[in-house]
């Protein structure tokens, strides 16, 4: 019996470690420097959650789910994203009787049935951050920033904001009216999950990825003209941050959420040259969305990005990451009696913090020095014989090749804060 990885998963194998290390640790750092704490939910939750905090009619509820009947016959849901179990946890905990406003920080997987891709998968993690209970636009340009600073903290160049607005309850209804009747001149050109758009979500014939009809979408009527006032305060103020900061953005009328609590700002972080899937991150503002999930009406913006498009922007920029920690230490031994001391002295130098690593295969001594490069250590210990009846060790600083023999007692001092780990 042979099995495989089911479509669209994928491993993590050693060598590709140094990039996830990376990335996820310069998310915490970023996040942290920022004043976000940290938070974890679960990785599946009822389904019912994400029906209503993702919304019946987007692509995610429609056809990417992955749901079962638990043994209880309950329904859950692999989570698709983290924004609405967060908001969960927010009302569940009652997060909201603390200091507002709540800035959180997550890392995680997340599951959508697709079509797998180059950066698009099954499985795939997620950067996740949001800010609950403020409504001020400098939220919105600082939790934007946030996404800015980990791209450059990892190194990424040729970066854009992708903007809009998408109103709120009160302008949003008179802008949809407009845009039906606008369409109505335009149902013959539309696919036919657009028709079906059309009656059940009319924003979102705007985001057709469907070249026909995006070419449609773009002489649609705009959204920035059907704004009340509140919003287009809130728009302005956000543009005006984003140009002092000097961020190249551009305005796209085309990108919305079009779900009735995502209200206000919508962006995008797009990165030049990784094809079709050219969206590092998305997020926007979603003042109605706590409410919904049983929570107190709480206004509330965050973004989400997938680690495996920030490495693959990272590997077509030539980006390297550094180096995940080796042992400093290699110790090589020649027969029962030195393996003895062997095993006892590798022992008690990660016990002091020192890195050892060994083979203890009793290999030849060749063989165990080919190791030791091969892990790069900064110096081999070398151990047979003749040195367990003198008690001694000799200690190979591998830079250059010297090699001196130490009293055992010696050892720890002499190779201590000689390597990475
Ligand atoms: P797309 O238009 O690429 O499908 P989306 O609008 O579905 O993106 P969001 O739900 O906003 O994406 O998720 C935020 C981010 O998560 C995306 O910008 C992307 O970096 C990442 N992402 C989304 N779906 C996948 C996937 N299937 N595999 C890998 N990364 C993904
Ligand atoms: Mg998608």
Redesign the pocket.
Known sequence: MKFQAPRGTYDILPEDQAYWRFVTEMTRQVCELYGYERIDVPVFEQTGLFERGVGETT??VEKEMYTFRDRSDERMTLRP?FTAGICRAYAERKLHGRPQPLRLYTIGPAF?Y?RPQA????Q?Y?VDVEVLGSQDPAIDLEVMQVAWQIYEAVGIKGLSFQVNSTGCPACRPGYIATLKAWYEQHLDGICDDCRRRYGENPLRLLDCKRESCGKIAEGAPRIAKSLCGACNDHFVQLRSYLDALGRPYEVNHRMVRGLDYYTKTVF?VWAEGIGA?N?????GRYDGLIGMVGGPETPAIGF???I??IILTMKQEGIEPPEVPKPAVFVAYLGAEAKDAAVVLAQELRSAGVGAAALWEDRSLKAQMKQADRIGAAYTLIIGEEEVKNGVVMVRRMADSTQTALPRWEVLDAVKGGGTA
């Open positions: 692509d995610i994203e959508r697709e950066g698009r998968y099954r795939f997620q995008e899937q969206a590092v991150c998305g997020g989400a990005s997938g495996e498009r």
